[in-house]
């Protein structure tokens, strides 16, 4: 059973910074292609980065490039996403999603796991 599992979520200041982990188990994590997207209130779930299976190609969502970085530990299973200069903006449920392909997506419809999310609260 595929598991998904975030954290890292919180409450942060406008100009802070937080960084999410996703920790999957029952999976080959290194032969998946990995993916964050976020949803806000009222608005539809968005690609927000990806990354290869072995790290070495990395997708972004062109609002946060450069204020976002997603990377990948395949010794522990586990995906991060970090998060500066957070905006109010930034405020979502953000989840994490695994592909089984090697390579880097920005469609929801093309990821085959998904965790249950962690909330990021940005204030101004």
């Known amino acids: 059973q595929v598991q998904l599992v975030e954290s890292g979520g919180g409450l942060v200041q406008d100009g802070g910074s937080l960084r999410l982990s996703c920790a999957a188990s029952g999976m080959p994590f290194s032969s998946y292609a990995m993916g964050w997207f976020r949803q806000a209130p009222g608005k539809e779930r968005e690609f927000v980065a990806a990354i290869t299976w072995s790290g070495s190609s990395r997708l972004y969502s062109d609002s946060m490039a450069g204020r976002f970085t997603i990377s990948r530990d395949n010794a522990k299973n586990t995906v991060y996403l970090q998060m500066n200069s957070l905006k109010p903006e930034d405020t979502a449920v953000y989840y994490c999603?695994?592909?089984?392909?090697?390579?880097?997506?920005?469609?929801?419809?093309?990821?085959?796991?998904w965790g249950q999310g962690t909330q990021v609260t940005v204030s101004s």
């Open positions: 999603a695994a592909r089984n392909s090697g390579s880097t997506n920005n469609r929801e419809v093309n990821y085959d796991y």
